[in-house]
């Protein structure tokens, strides 16, 4: 199992930018996909993004796509979820997930490891 801590949010005004981290326990971490998802009050879990073992392959949701940047840094065990252009429906409790299948995967249920999520608030 590995261990996630999510950081970096935060309140911020709509077409502002936030940059998320995640970082992970395990030296492992090299071997997973990673993902980030979102859950706001009253709604399930949601895919936002997902990146494969080596950064080759990511992934988005189609709400997010052209504002939101994946990227990971294997060396520091590390991923990153860059926010751009924020909007109000952005705000949501954000979590990286880990996916020891390695590829990245855009469903919840296939992800085996969750952090416990970092507050987004973007205010309008």
């Known amino acids: 199992q590995v261990h996630l801590v999510e950081s970096g949010g935060g309140l911020v005004e709509a077409e502002g930018s936030l940059k998320l981290s995640c970082a992970a326990s395990?030296?492992?971490?090299?071997?997973?996909?990673m993902g980030w998802f979102r859950q706001a009050p009253g709604k399930e879990r949601e895919f936002v993004a997902a990146?494969?073992?080596?950064?080759?392959?990511?992934y988005y949701a189609d709400s997010v796509k052209g504002r939101f940047f994946i990227s990971r840094d294997n060396a520091k065990n590390a991923v990153y979820l860059e926010m751009y252009s924020l909007k109000p429906e952005d705000t949501a409790v954000y979590y990286c997930?880990?996916?020891?299948?390695?590829?990245?995967?855009?469903?919840?249920?296939?992800?085996?490891?969750w952090g416990q999520g970092t507050q987004v608030t973007v205010s309008s």
């Open positions: 997930a880990a996916d020891r299948t390695g590829w990245g995967q855009k469903k919840v249920d296939d992800y085996d490891d």
């Open positions: 395990e030296g492992t971490f090299t071997t997973y996909g």
């Open positions: 990146i494969s073992w080596n950064g080759i392959r990511s």
